[in-house]
């Protein structure tokens, strides 16, 4: 039931960027190829709960051509961009 709700959240999600042509599911990925240990032998690999890669590659994709976009966008309305750090507050401590 939670994974249901996890992909109908992902779902919900781009439609809000107007990308109902994707339809997520998660499956479980393997980390990596097959690992052997010191003796030679298989290692259990491990898997993720995730997109595959041709859903997720697709939504990186768009979201950084969003970001570029948006990034044009406010460089054409001279909207300035700056870093600015924050600075340390220390609690005061009363005695």
């Known amino acids: 039931m939670l ?3 996890h992909d109908a959240m992902d779902a ?7 990308w109902s ?9 393997p980390e990596s190829e097959e690992e052997r240990d010191e003796s030679g032998r298989a290692r259990r690999e491990k898997h993720r709960y995730r997109w595959p ?4 590659d697709v939504v990186l994709a768009r979201l950084l051509q969003l970001n570029r976009q948006q ?23 009363s005695r």
Do not use: M, N, W
């Open 53 to 56: 890669d041709e859903i997720r």
């Open 71 to 93: 990034g044009e966008e406010e460089s054409l309305a001279g909207a300035k961009t700056a870093f600015v750090r924050p600075t340390k507050r220390v609690p005061k401590v």
């Open 21 to 29: 042509d994707v339809q997520p599911h998660c499956e479980f990925i």
């Open 12 to 18: 919900a999600i781009l439609g809000c960027y107007g």
């Open 3 to 5: 994974r249901s709700l």
